[in-house]
């Protein structure tokens, strides 16, 4: 899955989905996060992150400086036990900031 990071409010990133929804996550689980980039969140790869537990809404991450609630929206459909990767794609990024750019000198010709 991928997202958008939005903006910055307290300790959360708001991210915007591919779908325009917004939803609130613990910043800490994006580290090196920035407004703008495009965040991938996937299920099931080797990561720094595991899943240890689950409700109707959220999935509890553990990480090493403790549980974060993240939306079940936004787990890629990981379940407790399950390795999650939330990390910054730097390629994605820059492809989208192309684009902006692009269509920002056609804005302004």
Do not use: W
């Amino acid at each position: 899955m991928k997202v958008i990071i939005d903006r910055f409010e307290g300790n959360f990133a708001v991210v915007e989905l591919e779908n325009g929804r917004f939803f609130r996550i613990p910043d800490v689980l994006i580290s090196n996060g920035r407004e703008g980039d495009v965040v991938l969140i996937t299920a099931g790869k080797t990561s720094q992150f595991r899943v240890a537990s689950s409700d109707d809404e959220f999935v509890y991450i553990l990480t090493p400086d403790g549980k974060y609630s993240m939306p079940k929206a936004l787990s890629d459909g990981a379940k407790p036990g399950d390795s999650i990767c939330i990390e910054v794609d730097s390629v994605f990024t820059e492809l989208r900031q192309d684009k902006i750019h692009g269509l920002m000198g056609l804005l302004f010709k």
